[in-house]
C-alpha cells in the first residue's frame, strides 16, 4: 500500500519526485485513500467555487443585517467608500477585501455560503481567489486547480490539528483559511511548489495565538472584520513568498507549533466567549440586550 | 487516524452562520431523522453547552428542526424553518442545559411516536458531528459511511452471520462497532461500509431472528 501524504515535506518530496503539482498529488492521494474519484474531487471544487461565487454576489447587494442586528451593513459601506476613493493598494485589493465581507456577511444573515475551512472563515479563500482569478482572467480549470491546492493545505493542517476554534482558537479558522488562501493565489500566480507551500507556512506563522472570542458567541464580532484581514494577510504571505522570503521553520513544524499553541491558550480564548472581546463591558452589555 | 478529505476542507455548502453549530446541527438531525425512520409525534430537542448558549444566535434550533425535517445543509428555508409547512404538522420543543460532563456542543433527541427512541450526538467541528448514542446504546456514526444499524438480542454468533450477509454483496466493512447492556441482553452493532448495500441484502439481516431494530443510514452528503 502506498503511504498517503499527511505533511508538507512529504507533499514537497512527492511534487518534487514525480514533477507534479500540488493539486495532482493531492488528487492523487485523495484518489488512492479509496473514498472519491477525481470526478467527485473536481465536481465538488467546482460546486463550491460556484457557491462561493453566489455568495459573494448576493452578500454585495445586500444590506440585512443579521438576526442579532449587530452587523451586515459594512460591505456597503466599503463599496461606497470605493466607489469615490481608491484604495493604496489597487483595485484587486479593494475586491478582495469587498468580497471577503460581502462573504461573511452573507454567512451571519444564514445566507448559503461554502466552509472553507469553516463558516467563521468562509470570506477569505473566496475573496483571495475569485478576486484575483477575475483581475487575471484565470480559466475556470485553474480556479478548481488553485481551489483543491488550498484543500491540500487545509486538509494536512488538519491531520495534526482540528479545524474548530473551540480546539486552537481562531488561528485554527481565519489563520487555517489565510494560509489555504495564501497557497491558491501563489498556485493560480504560477508559484513553485515550495513557494505556494511556504506561503502558506509564512501566512500561519503571523496568526500563531489568535483567539476566539467571539463577542455573545455569535460568528460576527470580531469574525466578520477578521476576514478582510487575513484575506490580505494571504495576499502578503503570496507576495513575500514569490521573492523567496523563506520561512526559517518548516512549514510541519509550524503546524506544530500552532497545534501545541491551541493547546496552551486558555479555554476561555476558545470560542467559550469567556473572556477576551467577548467579556469587555461593551460585549456584556451587547449579551444582555441580545440574548435575552 | 482517521484522516479528513480535501472534500472535508472545502465543504459543506451550507447556510451560515456557524458549520458547527448551523450545519453540523442540520447534520445531527438528518442523521437523527434516517435512525428514528418515522414521522415522529413529538420532539424534544436538548441542547447543552455552547449549544444552548450560543444556539439562538447561530440558528442551531433552527438547523436542528430543519434537519429533522429532512432538510439539506444548503436549504433556504433553514432560516424560516419555524415557518414552513413541514415544521408545523409535528410538535417540537427545544431546552436548553448546563452538563460540562457533556461535549460543548451537545444535542439528545427525544422521540415520541410509534416508537419512542433517544438519540445523542455530538457536533465536533467544521460541520463534522458524531452520533454516540441510541437508546442508551454506545454507538459510532458519522455520517460519512453508508452504516448498518442494528439492535437485536445479545446470542452467540449474531456478528459473524450478519458480517457474512454483508460479504455476499462484496462490500468492504470499513468500522464495526458495537456495545451491549449485559450479557444475553440487548445488544447493538453499527457496522460502517465502503459502497452500498443491496436491498436483498438489508432484508436478509432484518428477516434474522432476534432483531429488534434494523436500519440502514445513507452517508450525508457533504
Known sequence: MKHSISTFRQLYYTCKEQSKQIFEVAIENEVDKGDYSEYNIRLQAKKTLDAMKEAIKEGL????????????????????????????????????????????????????IAACP????????PSVLVAYA???????????NALITAGEVGRIISNKMALAGAVGGCQAECGV???????????????????????????????????????????????????????????????????????????????DAMEQTGQLMSPLLKESSKGGLATTKTALALAKNILK | MNQSSIIDIISPIMAGPSSSHTAGAVRLGLLARNIYNAKPDKIT????????????????????????????????????????????????????????????NAVDFVIEGGLNMFISGNSVGAGEIEITNINNFMVKLNGKYNTLLLVYDDVPGVISTVTGIIQKDKVNIASLHCDRSGKGKDASMCICIDGDLSRDCFKEISDLKNMYIVRYIKKLES
Not at chain 1, 484604495?87 to 471577503?100: F, N
Not at chain 1, 477575475?134 to 478548481?144: G, S
Not at chain 2, 409547512?85 to 442545559?97: R, S, T, V
Open chain 2, 45 to 104: 430537542f436538548k441542547l447543552y453547552n455552547s449549544y444552548a448558549s450560543t444556539g439562538k444566535g447561530h440558528g442551531t434550533d433552527k438547523g436542528l428542526l430543519a434537519g429533522v425535517l429532512g432538510f439539506s445543509v444548503c436549504d433556504k428555508r433553514i432560516k424560516n424553518v419555524f415557518n414552513t409547512a413541514e415544521a408545523k404538522e409535528i410538535e417540537y420543543e427545544f431546552e436548553f442545559l448546563q452538563d460540562f460532563n457533556r461535549h460543548p
Open chain 1, 118 to 125: 469553516t463558516a467563521g472563515s468562509c470570506g477569505i479563500v
Open chain 1, 61 to 112: 447587494s445586500s444590506t440585512e443585517l443579521s438576526p442579532s442586528g449587530m452587523s451586515g451593513d459594512d460591505c456597503d459601506r466599503l463599496q461606497k467608500r470605493y466607489s469615490n476613493n481608491r484604495s493604496i493598494l489597487g483595485t484587486t485589493a479593494e475586491k478582495i477585501m469587498k468580497y471577503a465581507l460581502a462573504t461573511s456577511e452573507q454567512n451571519l444573515r444564514m445566507g448559503t
Open chain 1, 177 to 255: 483559511a489565510s494560509a489555504m488562501a495564501a497557497a491558491a493565489l501563489t498556485q493560480m500566480r504560477g508559484g513553485t511548489v515550495k513557494q505556494i507551500i511556504n506561503a502558506s507556512a509564512l501566512a500561519l506563522k503571523n496568526v500563531l495565538g489568535l483567539t476566539c472570542d467571539p463577542v455573545c458567541g455569535l460568528v460576527e464580532i470580531p469574525c466578520v472584520k477578521r476576514n478582510p484581514f487575513l484575506a490580505i494577510h494571504a495576499v502578503t504571505a503570496s507576495e513575500l513568498s514569490m521573492a523567496d522570503i523563506m520561512s526559517k521553520i518548516p512549514p510541519d513544524e509550524v503546524v
Open chain 1, 134 to 144: 477575475q483581475d487575471n482572467k484565470i480559466k475556470e480549470d485553474a480556479e478548481i
